[in-house]
């Protein structure tokens, strides 16, 4: 079974178009996290929740929304989306500091 | 911010033959990890070394840590054509929130 698993894989859509993300771990986690990987590879957090808390924002525009129904899923929504926000966006769980564990990614293209 | 800094940001060595990467970082930790990133994969996690810990290994991987530097290294050694990918330290910084601060990433090529 897949530890972390998003969907989509791959997401190509047009500009001002509002979607989702979408995350659930398996592992009984605390913490979730939503990271952007932009095109020259940096990766930046975004977003965390602990037990459906949110603990992190990294300022972030508000188009884009976290929401935790529940401490394994993560979702994420994004609105009037933009050529900018064309990236890989990675969910990610940990526990405890360590065991960090990343999903495989959803390649968002904005067109 | 970002934390860590990787060097070299790319590497090319030929199959056998250790490769080194580096890590500089600017705050305190509470550990270090390093990942692989395949070419349009996920992140997979590596080693682990906890700030108290100077030196990891785990199978061709030798990890050190350097606190009163604040860097740190990863050695991969007899390297394998497999090994090609982009590596990236990443930091839990000390006091702050649960989270990591990833560097720009090492792009490691290994030739057959």
């Known amino acids: 079974d897949t530890a972390v698993s998003q969907t989509p894989k791959y997401l190509v859509t047009q500009m001002g178009n509002d979607k989702s993300i979408k995350c659930e771990q398996n592992l009984g986690h605390d913490t979730m996290y939503w990271y952007k990987q932009d095109s020259k590879k940096f990766l930046k957090i975004m977003f965390s929740y602990n037990n459906k808390e949110l603990i992190i924002n990294e300022t972030v525009p508000n188009r884009f929304s976290p929401k935790s129904p529940d401490k394994a899923h993560l979702n994420l929504h994004i609105n009037s989306l933009e050529l900018g926000d064309s990236a890989v966006y990675f969910c990610?769980?940990?526990?405890?500091?360590?065991?960090?564990?990343f999903g495989s990614g959803t390649r968002l293209t904005v067109v | 911010s970002q934390q860590g800094e990787e060097d070299p940001q790319a590497l090319s060595i030929q199959e056998g033959e250790n490769a080194t990467m580096n890590c500089s970082y600017k705050?305190?930790?509470?550990?270090l990890q390093w990942y692989r990133q395949n070419s349009g994969r996920g992140l997979v996690h590596l080693i682990l070394i906890r700030s108290n810990e100077r030196e990891k290994h785990s199978g061709r991987l030798r990890v050190t840590l350097d606190t009163s530097k604040k860097s740190s290294s990863l050695l991969i050694t007899a390297s394998r054509a497999a090994d090609t990918a982009s590596y990236f330290c990443?930091?839990?910084?000390?006091?702050?929130?649960?989270?990591?601060?990833f560097g720009k990433g090492t792009k490691l090529t290994v030739n057959p």
């Open positions: 705050t305190s930790i509470n550990n």
């Open positions: 990610a769980s940990s526990q405890g500091r360590v065991g960090y564990t």
């Open positions: 990443a930091t839990d910084t000390q006091g702050g929130s649960e989270k990591l601060v």
